[in-house]
Structures are given as C-alpha cells and as structure tokens.
C-alpha cells in the first residue's frame, strides 16, 4: 500500500513563507495538493506530473504558489508564499499510480496523506 507523508507546516507570521513536503513510499504519477481550511471542503491547489507537467487551480492560493516534485526522492513540494490567516488549515498531499494527466477532483486520487497543519497567525 502507498503511504504519504506530508511534512513542513509549521506556526508562522502573516506574510511569512513555508515549503511544504510530500514523500511517497513508491513510485507515483502525479501529486496533487489539497487543503482543508475553517469551515470549508477540501479544495485544490496544484498537481505536477511526473514529467514536470503543471496545474495551478486557482483559488485564494494561486499567485502564491510554487509547486515541485523530486522524482528521485518520490517528493512533491510546495512553496507557499504570502501567507495570511486565511491560509490557516490542513494541507494535505494526494497521488496517483496509473494515471499521466492533473486533475482537481479529489476522486482521482486513491491516495492520500494524514496532512500537515499551517498555521498563520501573529
């Protein structure tokens, strides 16, 4: 079974900056970043493919943003930039094993982590 293990979210200043990680245990396609913040569903934020492909999904986050992945390591990154007390949630790092293309839907992905808490307050 592939395990994700999301890691880097932290307390931090409005304003202030986080590099988020996701390790996967084995080989994946794409990996995919989700959030749950106060009182709204899980959203999108950006996939990458395992050839670099790309997908910012908008949202509040999409200028602030920069997703990356180490296909050596089986790590996806995200750079989150800006931050304010909106951002303050539950980012979670999801993947695919079969599948070659981005998408925004949480159903595309079988796999999941537990997520890593981001906390922006002053």
């Known amino acids: 079974q592939l395990q994700l293990m999301e890691s880097g979210g932290d307390l931090v200043k409005p304003g202030e900056s986080l590099r988020l990680s996701c390790r996967a245990s084995?080989?994946?396609?794409?990996m995919g970043w989700f959030r749950e913040v106060s009182g709204k569903e899980r959203e999108e934020i950006a996939c990458?493919?395992?050839?670099?492909?790309?997908?910012n999904f908008g949202g509040p986050l999409q200028d602030r943003i920069t997703i990356s992945r180490d296909n050596s390591e089986n790590t996806a990154y995200l750079q989150l930039d800006n931050l304010n007390a909106g951002d303050t949630g539950v980012y979670y790092c999801?993947?695919?094993?079969?599948?070659?293309?981005?998408?925004?839907?949480?159903?595309?992905?079988?796999?999941w982590g537990k997520g890593t808490q981001v906390t922006v307050s002053s």
């Open positions: 999801a993947a695919q094993i079969t599948t070659v293309k981005c998408s925004p839907l949480t159903a595309d992905y079988p796999h």
């Open positions: 084995g080989d994946v396609s794409v």
């Open positions: 990458i493919t395992k050839s670099g492909g790309r997908a």
